[in-house]
């Protein structure tokens, strides 16, 4: 039997679904290297699948907490009106839901990558109480923590922007990441170009979203992929 | 405004499998003005207190689908509000053990998802870069598999699959050019 036959074992364990048979003939198997490497290896997809999901969730319960907004009208002339202005506003909306709903749809929040926060590991970093408000999703606090801290660390500057996109301030956060974007000794200038071209998109400028899509489409950013998606929908 | 609420957990799992996350939507909705106004017996913002709660569905989910939480002998509105509790005590740095009552409710539970500190270190950083990098069909399965513990045989019906065997193989895929894509960053790529 081959060695890869039992690599399922390692999926039972991490999901929880392995007998205590199995998890005796796991843990025999661990103790050959090749096979540990492999436990290794899928006890960080794991735990990496473990994190995406827990976000796209609680950005999920998030957004239950922004119910669409119920108009009540007081009477017929009012309804009248706001049909007459409905029906003024639809070109305006054709022009300009298309690339709202796509901005959502590609839309997720950076995760923290300047100073991971570890379980029960101390970090003295000075990011550190921004980075947890940011984490906690209060973007205005995170901001103005962040804002604070600027001198010291220039990786700030794409989660300050991002701040600003999470509050859909686009203009704001487009100010930022355009230099960030075009610094070639930037840490995190694939981030930067990528949220770039969803503030634009966000802001109804699908030109200026298009070409910089272009460039990410061409280039090895890890955004690559979702930059074709959303070019793919987009155009 | 949700007035129908799930009468056992039971009748809440038949509905996550019919209506997936739908139906934990409206757990959420059904509780949480409620949770919100026991939250403020506590010395914790109404910020907070979302996030709290947000968290505690997560938990509630996770035990769920991990098969941890297969029994409740007691209202799943109860349950939630000890989660909640042990919840909104560990936010605010007390001894989260000091609560005995609803230590029979929590008991052989996984509550990481109320532990709002884990985040990736550096390693698991490179992991997540790979998996952007992988594709949305491979990111999707394995985020299904993994965090939502769907089986090979609901993974086959949730997209589209025509047997198990491509399933499987598939995954085995997604997770050897996962291995790849790592050893290229760790060779400097």
């Not at chain 2, 394995?142 to 589209?160: G, K, P, R, V």
């Amino acid at each position: 039997m081959k060695m890869e036959d039992k690599f399922p074992l390692i999926d039972a364990y991490l999901t929880g679904h392995i007998s205590d048979k199995e998890n005796q003939e796991l843990n025999e198997l661990r103790k050959i290297p090749e096979f540990e490497q492999e436990f290794q290896f899928r006890q960080d997809a794991f735990l990496t699948a473990k994190a995406l999901g827990r976000r796209e969730l609680k950005s999920r319960l998030q957004s239950l907490d922004q119910p669409a907004k119920v108009i009540r009208f007081r009477n017929w002339w009012a309804l009248a009106a706001a049909m007459i202005l409905l029906l003024l506003a639809v070109p305006f909306l054709f022009d300009h839901s298309p690339s709202d709903k796509l901005y959502a749809e590609f839309y997720s929040t950076l995760p923290n990558k300047i100073d991971p926060i570890t379980r029960g590991e101390s970090t003295k970093s000075e990011l550190r109480p921004a980075l947890i408000e940011y984490e906690r999703a209060n973007y205005t606090t995170a901001r103005q923590l962040f804002e604070e801290k600027r001198e010291l660390n220039p990786d700030v500057e794409v989660y300050i922007a991002i701040t600003h996109l999470e509050e859909g301030q686009f203009n704001e956060a487009i100010k930022i990441l355009q230099p960030i974007s075009e610094n070639s000794g930037a840490r995190f200038r694939q981030e930067a170009k990528w949220y770039l071209a969803l503030a634009h998109l966000g802001n109804s400028n699908k030109d200026q979203a298009t070409a910089l899509l272009q460039e990410i489409s061409k280039s090895q950013s890890m955004y690559q992929n979702r930059a074709k998606e959303l070019l793919a929908k987009l155009l | 405004m949700v007035t129908e609420r799930y009468k056992s957990l039971e009748e809440f799992k038949n509905s996550l499998d019919q209506i997936g996350l739908k139906a934990l939507d409206k757990v959420y909705l059904t509780y949480k003005e409620e949770f919100l106004l026991f939250s403020k017996r506590y010395d914790i913002s109404q910020e907070d207190a979302h996030d709290v709660y947000q968290d505690t569905i997560m938990a509630f989910y996770e035990n769920v689908r991990t098969g941890r939480l297969n029994k409740l002998t007691s209202s799943i509105k109860t349950y939630l509000f000890s989660i909640g509790k042990y919840s909104i005590y560990n936010r605010l740095k007390k001894n989260s053990k000091t609560i005995t009552l609803d230590k029979a409710h929590l008991e052989n539970l996984d509550l990481e998802a109320i532990d709002s500190n884990i985040q990736p270190n550096e390693k698991l950083v490179q992991m997540e870069r790979a998996m952007d990098q992988l594709g949305d069909r491979c990111k999707k399965i394995l985020i299904l598999f993994y965090y939502h513990s769907y089986s090979i045989e609901a993974l086959m019906h949730e997209l589209d699959y025509k047997n198990e065997n491509v399933v499987r193989s598939h995954k085995s895929r997604c997770l050897r050019s996962l291995k790849e894509l790592i050893k290229g960053y760790e060779n400097g790529g």
